[in-house]
Nanobody, 120 residues
Framework: VQLQASGGGLVQAGGSLRLSCPAS???????????KGWYRQTPGKQRELVAL???????NYADSVKGRFVISRDNAKKTVYLQMNSLTPEDTGVYYC????????????WGQGTLVTVSS
């Protein structure tokens, strides 16, 4: 199962984007209890965790995005979202979604990335 992230694009600094990651092929019971995350990769750097939403609803954010990004999910639609506000050029990168169901009987699912470019 491969996820497909969408919603990236070119935006000016200060703007907003909302990324989506539907996971329709993951069974519902696994999706709802899985940890869900958004990662960002920029050239020359390792992929970094930007936002995490655990199966019990706890959220964690990278310091660089706290107060600006919000991760959420819609269990009925089996979709993970990342609302990104007050974007800066440093947010530029390829964003990947992840649904890690290994603790709840599933697999570690990754999406194809979506490119976010923030111009100054």
């Amino acid at each position: 199962v491969q996820l497909q992230a969408s919603g990236g694009g070119l935006v000016q600094a200060g703007g907003s984007l909302r990324l989506s990651c539907p996971a329709s092929r993951i069974i519902t019971s696994v999706f709802t209890r899985s940890d869900k995350g958004w990662y960002r990769q920029t050239p020359g750097k390792q992929r970094e965790l930007v936002a995490l939403l655990t199966g019990d609803g706890t959220t964690n954010y990278a310091d660089s995005v706290k107060g600006r990004f919000v991760i959420s999910r819609d269990n009925a639609k089996k979709t993970v979202y990342l609302q990104m506000n007050s974007l800066t050029p440093e947010d530029t990168g390829v964003y990947y979604c992840n649904v890690n169901g290994q603790r709840v009987g599933g697999l570690d699912y990754w999406g194809q990335g979506t490119l976010v470019t923030v111009s100054s």
